[in-house]
């Protein structure tokens, strides 16, 4: 790419980055986000450094007036507030539209204003002449910079519209560029355009921006509906584009926007180029999680640089060779974006994934040792039969600890005993449950709203007591997978719970053909873990 230098591998340019998790984000399925919401993500964006923060259409809505208002009051501390919005109506004026009213009271002082670059939208969608587009662009983009308004132009179906009419559309652009605006940032709106559609539009548009010599500067926005928005972007700023526009975790409309993190990610540790510092990039895995726990959305476990699974390793022969040279199987050191390499165990699993495992939980193991060899074979066994502990680790210590010479069980459940019944519109649920605890008998009963949380409850009565420290213990999460659908109601069942005491969380599986017998399964395993503190 040119602009790096031959010395240190450092580039001498540096990427704009335009956050827009909060208005393009927020148009993504399953996503809402509060006002409250909205500023917490807004003040993590501030403290890693990105340089513009959209907060919204206040125009649109009260929530993203409110949330305006409030940042008004407190601001961010360095990075700049964009208001997004669009250019004036067709057959109007800029005094009397209702939106650039509204982006003049939020008082960001940069507006966004989107507007078309395609003659078939302008003339199947707005209903309008090209003429009448390029007019409405000048003036709004004239309006907001007479107001004191820094402007930056987004030039909706851009690549669309360049393979339709490319002259229109780079008049477009010079037309916003001539009205004052900042950047003009191309977007590939509905997410269909490949690497070098993306290269030749915004080399065309680089072009005619110097020709001007106004100074306005080139961004890239792009989508993800071919699974092409990280690619497309990077070979946008390949090409020339010096401001990246996307969203936290990729989140955005359809099949979402270009995923920040990925971007910045490649620019910095890639490519050598400068876009957020090195300290912010090394946050990247907590700002992840982050704005996914707050948009209450699973962050899948396969995200690259940022999941579970990024730097997570499986198969024997590749877990033996990351154990001698962590780079075998990874692409950087995960710590580069504050992840860390993990170690599965299943039944793809050598003697190297256990050693690994079981040097976690402070255990050390010989490689040779005969019941090294009779572990993984039993755990081999265990995930045949239905269990798996990718993803449930306090299970798999616990499964080390008990083949230890000196492991004493804490407790051992006689029997249980479980009832639903329907009584009228309610259904009850009973469980009773008898323990031995040393020489000890506890015999105790609890109702729930289901025999699990019945179950649940009655061995803490009988528990508790004795072991003080399960107080406080709750269930987080509680999934089922049937594994052989094909037997039906009699199929053997999986149960992963995840449990919790203050910020410490683990995860526990049990396997039965009986549903409430895994879930004791899994139930137990969790209390025990929870005993080790």
């Not at 109506?89 to 002082?109: E, I, K, Q, V």
């Amino acid at each position: 790419m040119a602009g790096v230098s031959a010395k240190n591998g450092r580039s001498a340019r540096r990427i704009t980055v335009y956050d827009t998790t909060l208005r393009d984000g927020a148009q993504g399925s399953g996503v809402s986000f509060s006002v409250a919401d909205k500023l917490l993500i807004a003040r993590a964006l501030d403290r890693m450094s990105v340089d513009y923060v959209e907060g919204g259409f206040p125009g649109s809505n009260p929530k993203d007036e409110e949330f305006f208002a409030a940042l008004a009051e407190a601001p961010l501390k360095r990075a700049r507030l964009a208001a997004f919005g669009a250019t004036r109506r067709a057959g109007g004026t800029c005094d009397d539209d209702a939106n650039l009213a509204a982006l003049a009271r939020c008082g960001a002082p940069t507006w966004t204003l989107v507007g078309k670059s395609d003659t078939w939208q302008v003339s199947k969608v707005l209903q309008t002449t090209p003429q009448e587009n390029l007019d409405m662009i000048r003036e709004s983009v004239a309006y907001g910079v007479k107001a004191g308004h820094e402007v930056i132009f987004d030039a909706e179906h851009f690549f669309d519209g360049f393979a339709r009419d490319s002259e229109y559309a780079l008049e477009v652009c010079a037309a916003a560029a001539e009205a004052g605006a900042a950047w003009v940032v191309l977007c590939d709106t509905n997410g269909g355009s490949l690497p070098a559609q993306i290269h030749s539009g915004v080399e065309a548009v680089r072009g005619r921006l110097f020709e001007l010599g106004r100074g306005t500067g080139t961004g890239i926005h792009c989508h993800n509906d071919c699974e092409l928005a990280v690619a497309n972007t990077l070979e946008g700023v390949a090409a020339g584009a010096d401001m990246v526009q996307g969203t936290i975790n990729g989140y955005g409309e359809r099949c979402g926007n270009a995923n920040l993190i990925s971007v910045v990610a490649n620019l910095v540790l890639k490519l050598g180029i400068e876009a957020m510092p090195p300290a912010a990039v090394g946050r990247f895995t907590d700002l992840s999680r982050t704005v996914a726990e707050i948009a209450n959305l699973a962050l899948p476990t396969q995200q690259p640089f940022v999941g579970q699974g990024a730097f997570a390793h499986k198969g024997g022969q590749h877990v033996a060779a990351v154990l001698k040279a962590a780079d075998a199987y990874q692409h950087i050191d995960p710590q580069l974006v504050g992840n860390h390499q993990r170690v599965l165990v299943s039944e793809l699993s050598g003697r190297g994934n256990v050693l690994s495992k079981a040097r976690e939980f402070g255990l050390e193991l010989d490689r040779d040792d005969p019941q090294t060899r009779r572990l993984v074979q039993h755990l081999k066994e265990l995930e045949h039969r239905g269990y798996s502990y990718e993803a449930a680790d306090a299970s798999f210590e616990l499964l080390l600890r008990r083949l230890q010479p000196d492991y004493k069980p804490p407790w051992h459940v006689v029997d249980f005993t479980t009832m639903v019944r329907r009584h009228g519109d309610a259904v009850q649920a009973e469980a009773t449950v008898k323990v031995e605890v040393g020489d000890d008998v506890y015999h105790t009963a609890a109702s729930g709203n289901g025999p699990v949380n019945a179950l649940d409850a009655a061995l803490r009565k009988a528990l508790i007591p004795r072991f003080p420290a399960l107080k406080g213990v709750r269930l987080l999460d509680y999934k089922v997978r049937i594994l052989d659908g094909g037997n039906g109601t009699g199929a053997t069942t999986r149960v992963l719970i995840e449990s919790g005491k203050g910020s410490k969380r683990w995860s526990t599986v049990g396997c039965s053909a009986n549903i409430i017998e895994a879930s004791l399964e899994a139930l137990l395993d969790s209390l025990e873990f929870a005993r080790l503190g």
